[in-house]
């Protein structure tokens, strides 16, 4: 996906994907170009289904067609993808290219399924279309949480995220207070991208249902020239849904960083040419209520599924290192990206629009790691701020530039191919989860309230400190909670380290357990590094709750936490600070510092 996308564009890398594409895949339509395409008679587009279901067709100029279906093993073993399997052996066409066979639902998954019908014009093939259906019948299997297989990486790792859908889960605009934000949550007025409108959970075109209380659904639906909506920001004529475990003032969900992350996601995807299905991260800095302004910090987006659904038969896997206008990305250039193939036997030749697939990526401090079904399928050196930072998720249906024409009076038009199936799709998401190793570095967090986390107001607070800078600079300790990081608290240029600040919180607090603490650019230099942290009651006698290192890395809240207990004075020591750390004139400075507390 993108990460500074501010509207709709026919980018250059789009089209090189498009030219890429098209050589890889040329037209399936190899006999008779005139020829029509395969219209489904019935049952309806998405419409549910059980027991021996007639399938009823037709495709003008077709002769004969096969009917393709993904089927459970035997065994009912979750380690395994099933298989494709043809239903009906070769249909013959009659001489208007209409054609039936009867599909047995029950012998075959529950929930989501896909059809896929091939079609032949004498041994030439002709078209390759999909029946998206709902099965109300069928065989339960490998559906939640519970029945999900365990990639070996996690061995050791903690689940520190899991949502299985039973229920629906929070959403809103912005994420605040929320579960998930249904835009991308780095600016205000909400991150859109692509040819359909990321729309609001509960608004007028809520893209978001659940089904048999298992499987969040997200619609696409083609609304036509007649839609209007604050969230179609370049006149886009569909809707869509996207849920980010981050929000816009960096509350929410993310990895802590400093450690290895494992992210995955069980996805099947809509089979509509032109829809664009992705599961991905973003670096927890990028949100809108970064201090720093969106430009002036950089940002890693780890693509784990970007769909591109002309071409089920692989899926795009991409690595982007953004770099801010004013922040240089460490790993700039280290960007990249493959293409990965799943009807294959390794797959059970199930392509991305016939069946669920695991979608998973893994983080290491060396090498970052992707997979399919728990087989890996690609691998890179990873990128310095994916790890470091730690990474929130987003899991959205889009539409690509691929089925939009642009028109001579300057609006555009979508494609007829993206209507072949009727105005919608389904996009369904069983489940996602996320496993940490270790307790990170107290450094990936994002400025967020980690949910259950409340911070003492800085207006009831008052902090001291071992040193400031003199001589009229106005960088005393109280800058620290005036809640402007255009301000600071430097430490004496003269007296070397350690030094430290004192937060007095006016009253003692049950289960402190937290100190947030961020530092804006331009005070680089100082930077604190090792720290500890202390805490005391009575501001005489202290116990210390944390040590440790924190990242040389701009832009974030750093954070320590601890195990909670009683406080009224919290304590952070600057070990070592910035440049010129075994020099007198070594100082340390902080723009911000918070106390959280479970409330």
């Known amino acids: 996906m993108k990460r500074f996308r501010g509207a709709a564009k026919h980018s250059l890398y789009g089209s090189l994907v498009m030219m890429m594409l098209i050589a890889l895949f040329p037209s399936i339509v190899s006999a008779d170009d005139a020829a029509g395409k395969t219209t489904v008679l019935s049952p309806a587009y998405r419409s549910a289904i059980s027991g021996n279901t007639v399938i009823e067709f037709v495709c003008p100029g077709g002769t004969t067609a096969a009917l393709y279906v993904q089927k459970q093993p035997s065994d009912g073993s979750v380690n395994t993808n099933g298989t494709r399997e043809s239903v009906g052996g070769i249909i013959a066409l009659d001489a208007n290219g209409h054609g039936s066979v009867t599909f047995p639902a029950n012998d075959y998954p529950k929930g989501p399924i896909t059809l896929r019908i091939r079609v032949w014009q004498n041994g030439g093939d002709l078209d390759d279309a999909y029946l998206q259906l709902y099965n109300t019948g069928g065989v339960a299997w490998k559906t939640g949480l519970a029945n999900a297989p365990v990639n070996p990486v996690t061995a050791n790792m903690n689940l520190t995220f899991s949502d299985d859908f039973k229920t629906m889960p929070s959403i809103s605009f912005s994420g605040e207070g929320t579960t998930y934000a249904s835009v991308k949550p780095d600016t205000r007025s909400g991150g859109q991208f692509g040819y359909a409108a990321f729309e609001d959970r509960g608004g007028a075109y809520d893209p978001f249902s659940l089904s048999d209380d298992e499987y969040l659904k997200i619609t696409t639906t083609y609304r036509g020239d007649g839609y209007s909506s604050p969230r179609a920001g370049w006149q886009q004529k569909a809707t869509t849904g996207l849920i980010a475990s981050e929000a816009m003032d960096g509350s929410g969900f993310h990895t802590q960083g400093g450690t290895d992350q494992y992210f995955e996601a069980r996805i ?94 893994y983080i290491t401090q060396s090498t970052t790691y992707y997979y399919v079904d728990n087989v890996e399928v690609a691998s890179h050196p990873t990128l310095a701020l994916s790890y470091q930072l730690g990474n929130y998720f987003l899991i959205n249906g889009a539409v690509s530039d691929h089925v939009i024409h642009a028109n001579a009076d300057g609006t555009y038009s979508y494609d007829p191919d993206f209507l072949r199936y009727g105005n919608s799709n389904d996009m369904y998401v069983d489940w996602v989860r996320v496993y940490e190793a270790g307790s990170g570095n107290n450094g990936g967090n994002n400025g967020g309230n980690n949910g259950s986390i409340a911070y003492v107001p800085g207006a009831s607070s008052t902090a001291t400190a071992t040193s400031e800078t003199g001589g009229g600079w106005n960088e005393g300790p109280a800058n620290v909670l005036d809640g402007n990081p255009g301000t600071k608290w430097a430490s004496s240029t003269t007296q070397g380290l350690p030094q430290s600040i004192t937060v007095d919180l006016g009253q003692s607090y049950s289960n402190v357990k937290q100190l947030r603490y961020f530092l804006s650019d331009y005070e680089w230099v100082a930077r604190i590094q090792q720290y500890q942290v202390w805490v005391s009651v009575d501001n005489a006698n202290w116990t210390k709750v944390d040590e440790g290192e924190w990242p040389n890395v701009p832009g974030i809240w750093y954070e320590s936490n601890f195990n909670p207990v009683t406080a009224r004075y919290v304590k952070l020591v600057a070990l070592t600070a910035g440049q010129n750390q075994s020099e007198s004139s070594s100082r340390a400075s902080a723009s911000e510092i918070q106390i959280g507390y479970q409330p």
């Open 268 to 361: 099947f995807a809509p089979p509509t040419p032109g829809m664009w299905p992705a599961f991905w991260t973003l670096t927890a800095n990028n949100y809108a209520d970064n201090p720093l302004g969106n430009g002036n910090y950089a940002v890693d987006e780890l693509d784990v599924l970007e769909g591109y659904m002309a071409w089920p038969y692989q899926y795009s896997i991409a690595w982007h290192p953004w770099s801010g206008a004013n922040a240089p990305n460490p790993s700039a250039a280290n960007g990249g990206g493959t293409w990965a193939q799943l009807d294959t036997p390794t797959f059970g030749n199930i392509n991305l629009a016939m069946g669920f697939h695991i979608f998973g990526v």
